[in-house]
């Protein structure tokens, strides 16, 4: 156990659904991440925090994807309007960072499947 | 933009070593090791700078070779535990010659340890 925590940790939902995760950083750490990860694959860069400010999306993250971190503490990543193409695990990840030097601890994630 | 590691697989008896490779297109600020149990969330191995360091902790040890955008993980006398997905993790140089923040995962190396 990291400390990263995420719920749910499983999720089966419709096509056309929307689907809100969340995510609870370790509580000292001013960086958050979100990575998707598809079955043989690395994770992959979504978008990430850096106290309540998101500092960068990938271009993977379309419109039907938003991320929040209100208050710089815990963060929620909504799909709207789901596709069957948006089943994968969505990890989140945090970390303490002054520089360029972090380490980052990921959560145990939640597994998206879309029917 | 993804790196490269190799091999794709292995499978090894307990006691034997084996050394995975992961290789950039980018020039590097740093690498991050991580292992992946099946269903489960990465976990945080070693963080290499650049600077060509190695580290190692117990009988898992690396080497970063900035010149060539290299990094090298190096299993000894390995044990069941070893097994599961590894994945390196690179953070490309920022133009001000600084880090990036993302991780860009590579491509994944399956690890079987056998009794």
């Known amino acids: 156990d990291t400390g990263v925590s995420q719920d749910p940790r499983h999720k089966i939902t419709k096509r056309g659904q929307n689907v809100t995760f969340r995510c609870d950083p370790i509580s000292e750490h001013n960086r958050l991440y979100w990575y998707r990860q598809t079955l043989g694959q690395g994770p992959e860069f979504l978008t990430y925090f850096q106290n309540e400010a998101q500092l960068e999306k990938s271009r993977l993250l379309s419109d039907r994807f938003s991320a929040e971190r209100p208050k710089g503490s815990f963060s929620t990543l909504e799909i709207q309007r789901t596709e069957q193409g948006d089943s994968a695990m969505y990890l989140c990840a945090s970390s303490f960072s002054t520089g360029g030097f972090e380490t980052q601890y990921f959560g145990p994630g939640t597994r998206l499947l879309v029917l | 933009q993804q790196p490269v590691q190799s091999p794709q697989a292995v499978i090894l008896r307990e006691g034997e070593d084996a050394v995975i490779n992961c290789s950039s297109s980018?020039?590097?600020?740093?690498v991050h090791w991580y292992r992946q149990k099946h269903g489960e969330a990465p976990v945080f191995l070693m963080i290499l700078l650049k600077g060509g360091e190695q580290k190692g902790h117990d009988k898992i040890s690396a080497s970063f070779n900035e010149k060539k955008q290299q990094s090298s993980l190096y299993l000894t006398a390995s044990q069941l535990s070893y097994s599961g997905t590894y994945f390196c993790g690179t953070k490309p140089l920022g133009g001000y010659g600084g880090a990036t923040n993302k991780l860009i995962f590579g491509t994944g190396t399956l690890l079987a340890v056998q009794p």
């Open positions: 980018k020039a590097l600020y740093s």
